[in-house]
Structures are given as structure tokens and as C-alpha cells.
């Protein structure tokens, strides 16, 4: 079989995002249900199977690099949509995950350079996986609960049992996430928790999810304040995720800096 | 709404209040040394933890200030107070572990710095408090308990059983026995275990790893024979040998092997509660979240294993209602 490389990108992100933009314009026009999910899964499919081919040419799973964490997402985002959509039958929520999906493919496509980098060895570890994986499903449900709660805010229109939901289902992937995380550095640097300045920020953002969720017990009638409490969450996520990167005190500090 | 205003207001003014204290004792004493805490005195401050917490549970129904501890309008106060802490400390340049930090006020020692600690163990505290007035054997408390039992066991058999960790390195000789081992100060410790070095060897593919045939013993008798790799270590009485490095052969003594022996014995707690968390994260995930008045419909027909985050019973609930009204009553 002939091996697959970023060079291929270009074609299978074409046919998946085809699939989902007529996905999402079928959504919007409220067409059936099966229909648009069968689009949506098409796509799925496609792009799952680059992801796939791209793991056995590299023969380990694509997570190393931050272009192949963004194959990841390119991919999650459509498919949290999807699960989304199927659950709620909200009609817009795969248009907003296909857009997003859509500006991953693109830097993916224009920065070539973000594609290949050297791994650390202490990355090489079946821990790995299952810790990152994680964490992109947290980042898109958090992000698509973002993006609904951006929506209420703006357009006034009642997202809120969606957006708990999902903020929910992100904090235990995030707990999950930050959990293995824990077992492999235990396993692989002999401590489980180091508040090396990745953990640091990704305590802050579990404990400002666990804020949201214990305020919407607490005050449910203080919609707005907890809404725009979500959106700083998001923008805590995005420093743990690549804000650290170029976060000056956190510089030569950090054993998650693998881009 | 009010009344809920006010409790929240009255967390925000404790864990001001806190940060004042912390910032004092930082000033008078210095940053927190957690070496100081090694058993049996982190075996005491557990014990007067648990204790503390178990009988201001029961002394609940008395004293106001006990009962609005294992309320939502203490805890996010406190949590809030936890995530500004821990930004803080992710935005400054934090210097390595056990050194002092680089500024007078010891934010660049985040983890001694007493306003930090403080807020973490008041946190504690809240969630030691809230989980005793769950602590019921119901299947709807489930959850609840996994989330919250959990975090506080993996935090304080974390932070408690710090000081305990012992790690040390040994060198043995080919051929000899040893049961001496420096610390990170070199200081010579005498163990219950004791190492005899048959074999060491390196092995060259595909890349060149460490291995050492060794025998090792225990006071109590036990004996293992096993081989330890990098990366692979070996588990005998609550040790882990590591393998660490090696010296060059010598022609008087032959090859060294360099261990690293690691011993804390708090882990085991500290995994339960990890564990704990995960299983309440899958909980928290295929729960399904509804508004109150449904859940009380649900908790009435007994059959509702929903709701994993905090949901106070309705006893809870009613008990925060009259705590409220009778605060709004007694300010107002």
C-alpha cells in the first residue's frame, strides 16, 4: 500500500469538508435527520481514514506535533457536532463545528511547517494517547458550549440546557484528561502532579469549569453572569492549551512544550 | 435571590479574610517548609483534620458557621479564591521546588506561599464538610460521593503525604551486597532492604538500556530475584528500585550499578482517590443534568441515580433556606 503524507491532506480534507458543509446546509434547511447525519458521518469517515493512514505510515499514532493535534481537532469538532445535533436537532450546530473544523484544516494546510518536529521520548508511552484524546474531546465540547453561549448572549435565544450539558460532559473529560495525565507522569517521571506551568493552568481551568457547574446549582436565575463566566473559562482552556507557549514566565519551564 | 447573595458574599469575605491571614503569617514566619510535615506529624494534622471536620458536621444543626460550610455559597467563594491563586502562580516564573523564592512577598513559591496553601485547605475543609452531609448509602449519592471524597482524598494524602517521600540512590558493587543509601543531601540511611548485584550489563538494541540481575532482601525475609531495566523498575515492600545509572568497571571492584530507591507510602491513598475521580468524571459524563424541581419528583420516587455534582438533598436544602432566612433576619 502506498504511504500517506501531509501531502495528501489537501484531497481528503476537500471530500470531508464537502460532506459537512452540505451536511450543514441540509441541517439549516431542515432536512432529515438521517440524511444530514449520513452526510456527517461521510465525512467522518474521510477524514477518519487520513488520520488513520497518517498513523500507520508514521507507525505511531498522529499526536505528536501541534499539526497533528490539529488533525485531531479538525476531526472531533465536526463529530461533537454531529453527536450535538443528533441529541438536540439544533440545526445550526453543524455549520459552527464544520467553520471551525474548517480554520484547523486551513492552518494545517497553509503552515506546512507545524507538520513534523522530533518527539520526546518521555512522549512515547501508551499513556499518551489516551491523555490527549481526551483532552481534544474536551476542547471541542468546551468550545462548542463556548460558542452556544456567545450565541445566547448575543442572539438571546435559550441555549442553556445545551450549554450545561456540554460543559458537563467537557469537565470529565477534562478530569479524565488531567487524571491519566496524572498516572502517566507518575509512571514516567516517578511524580504524579509537578505544577509544571501546563498543570498549573490546566488546575485553573478545571477549577473555574467546576465554578461554572456549582453556580448554576447555586444562582440558576444568574443566567448572564455564568454565561460570560464560561467564556473566560474558555479563554483559561486556550492558555493551557497554547497560551503557555508564549507565556514569558513559563519559558524553558514546562515539560508539555512538544510544538 | 438576595438571601443566596449574602451567603455568597459572606464566603467571599471569609476567604478575604484568609488571604489577609495568609499574607500575615507569610511576613511573620516565612514560606510553609513541607519538609517539616514528615510522620508522625502529618499522621497528627490528619487526624485533627478529620476529627475537626467530623464534629463540626455534628455540631452542625447548633452552630450556623458549620452548617453554611457545606453550603454552595461557601464553596465557590473558596474555589473562586483557589483558581485566582493558581492563575497567579501559572503568570509568575516559579523557582525550582524547596528553593526561596525570588521576591520578598514568595508568590514565586506558590505552593509555600501560606495565602495558597490556606486557601487549598479551607477548600478541603468545604468539601470534607459537604461530602459528611452526603455520606448516606444511596445509589443517587453515588456519584456525588466518587466526585467529592475523591479530590479530598487524592489532595490530602497528596499534600499531607508529601514530606514522606524518600528517595534515595544506592550503589552496588558486581558481587556484593548493599543496604546503604544517600539521600538528595547525601546523608547515609540504613534500609529494610538490601541489594546483591549478580549482573550488570547494557544491552544494544535497538537502543542501549541499563539492566541489572539482582537479589533482593527484605528484614523480614522475603526475597526476590529479578532483573531491572531502565524504565522497568521493581516493587518489593513498598520500595521501587529504579535503575538509575552505572559506573565504568574498576579493575579493583568491577561495574556499579547506580539505584534509585523510591518509597511513599501515601500513594496507595493518593491512587484511591484518583481512581475515585474517574470513576465519578464517567459518572458526571453519562448523568443527566435536570432542574430542581424534577430531580426532587426523581429523589422522591427513589429510582433518580442523577445529578452527580452537587445536588443537596431536600433536607440539606431546607436547612440552607433557614440558614439564609434566619442570617437575612438576624442582618437585617
Known amino acids: 500500500m502506498q504511504m500517506i503524507s501531509w501531502n495528501d491532506l489537501w484531497l481528503f480534507a476537500l471530500i470531508s469538508l464537502l460532506l459537512w458543509v452540505a451536511a450543514s446546509w441540509l441541517s439549516l434547511r431542515g432536512g432529515s435527520r438521517k440524511a444530514v447525519c449520513l452526510l456527517a458521518i461521510g465525512g467522518l469517515t474521510v477524514f477518519g481514514s487520513y488520520i488513520g493512514l497518517m498513523w500507520h505510515s508514521l507507525g505511531h499514532p498522529p499526536l505528536r506535533t501541534m499539526g497533528e493535534t490539529r488533525l485531531w481537532y479538525s476531526f472531533f469538532l465536526p463529530l461533537v457536532g454531529l453527536i450535538t445535533y443528533s441529541r438536540w436537532h439544533y440545526r445550526w450546530v453543524l455549520s459552527f463545528s464544520t467553520m471551525l473544523s474548517t480554520v484547523f484544516i486551513c492552518i494545517n494546510l497553509l503552515k506546512p511547517e507545524i507538520h513534523d518536529k522530533a518527539l520526546m521520548p518521555a512522549l512515547q508511552s501508551p499513556w499518551f494517547a489516551p491523555h490527549v484524546i481526551v483532552y481534544m474531546f474536551a476542547y471541542a465540547t468546551t468550545g462548542v458550549a463556548t460558542l452556544l453561549a456567545l450565541w445566547q ?83 483559561c482552556l486556550q492558555m493551557c492549551w497554547w497560551g503557555i507557549n508564549y507565556l514569558p514566565s513559563a519559558q524553558g519551564m514546562s515539560a508539555h512544550t512538544y510544538s | 435571590m438576595r438571601k443566596n447573595a449574602w451567603g455568597m458574599t459572606r464566603g467571599g469575605l471569609f476567604c478575604c ?68 491563586l493558581t492563575v497567579l502562580m501559572g503568570v509568575t516564573r516559579q523557582v525550582p521546588t524547596g528553593h526561596a523564592p525570588a521576591e520578598p512577598f514568595g508568590i514565586t513559591a506558590m505552593l509555600s506561599f501560606w495565602p495558597f496553601v490556606l486557601a487549598y485547605f479551607w477548600l478541603m475543609l468545604l468539601v470534607g464538610m459537604v461530602t459528611l452531609t452526603r455520606l448516606r448509602p444511596r445509589w443517587r449519592n453515588v456519584p456525588f460521593l466518587l466526585n467529592h471524597l475523591g479530590i479530598f482524598i487524592a489532595l490530602v494524602a497528596g499534600t499531607l503525604g508529601s514530606a514522606d517521600v524518600q528517595t534515595l540512590r544506592m550503589m552496588v558493587a558486581e558481587g556484593k551486597t548493599e543496604w546503604r543509601a544517600v539521600d538528595v543531601r547525601y546523608r547515609v ?59 565504568e568497571s574498576r579493575p579493583e571492584v568491577g561495574d556499579i550499578s547506580v ?29 443527566r443534568e435536570k432542574d430542581d424541581s424534577q430531580q426532587a419528583e426523581g429523589f422522591d420516587k427513589g429510582h433518580n441515580v442523577s445529578s452527580p455534582v452537587l445536588a443537596h438533598n431536600s433536607q440539606e436544602r431546607s436547612e440552607l433556606t433557614s440558614d439564609s432566612n434566619s442570617i437575612l433576619t438576624s442582618k437585617t
Not at chain 1, 189 to 199: A, L
Not at chain 1, 217 to 233: D, E, I, K
Not at chain 2, 262 to 283: C, K, S, T
Request: glycine letters at 6%; proline letters at 5%; a positive charge.
Open chain 1, 153 to 235: 448572549l448575543c442572539r438571546k435565544q435559550d441555549q442553556l440546557a445545551a450549554i450545561d450539558n456540554l460543559t458537563r460532559v467537557g469537565l470529565s473529560f477534562l478530569t479524565v484528561g488531567m487524571l491519566f495525565g496524572a498516572l502517566w507522569a507518575k509512571e514516567a517521571w516517578g511524580n504524579y502532579w509537578t505544577w509544571d506551568p501546563k498543570e498549573t493552568w490546566a488546575a485553573a481551568t478545571w477549577l473555574c469549569y467546576l465554578i461554572y457547574i456549582h453556580w448554576r446549582r447555586c444562582r440558576p436565575a444568574a443566567v448572564r453572569p455564568a454565561l460570560l463566566w464560561l467564556l473566560l473559562c474558555f479563554v
Open chain 2, 17 to 84: 479574610g484568609l488571604m489577609a491571614a495568609g499574607m500575615a503569617l507569610q511576613l511573620a514566619v516565612g514560606p510553609l517548609r513541607w519538609d517539616a510535615l514528615a510522620w508522625p506529624l502529618n499522621g497528627v494534622c490528619l487526624f485533627v483534620l478529620l476529627t475537626g471536620i467530623v464534629l463540626m458536621h455534628l455540631c452542625r444543626r447548633k452552630v450556623r458557621l458549620f452548617r453554611w460550610m457545606a453550603t454552595l455559597q461557601a464553596g465557590i467563594p473558596a474555589m473562586l479564591t483557589c483558581a485566582m
Open chain 2, 189 to 247: 540511611h540504613e534500609l529494610p532492604v538490601a541489594i546483591e548485584l549478580h549482573d550488570f550489563s547494557i544491552e544494544q538494541e535497538p537502543m542501549p538500556v541499563f539492566k541489572s540481575d539482582v537479589t533482593v532482601y527484605t528484614k523480614n525475609g522475603l526475597v526476590v530475584r529479578d532483573t531491572i531495566r531502565v524504565n522497568k523498575p521493581l516493587a518489593v515492600r513498598g520500595w521501587k528500585i529504579y535503575q538509575y545509572s552505572y559506573e
Open chain 2, 259 to 287: 539505584f534509585e530507591l523510591v518509597r511513599d507510602p501515601w500513594l496507595p491513598y493518593v491512587y484511591l482517590g484518583i481512581f475515585m475521580m474517574l470513576a465519578g468524571a464517567v459518572a458526571l459524563f453519562f448523568g
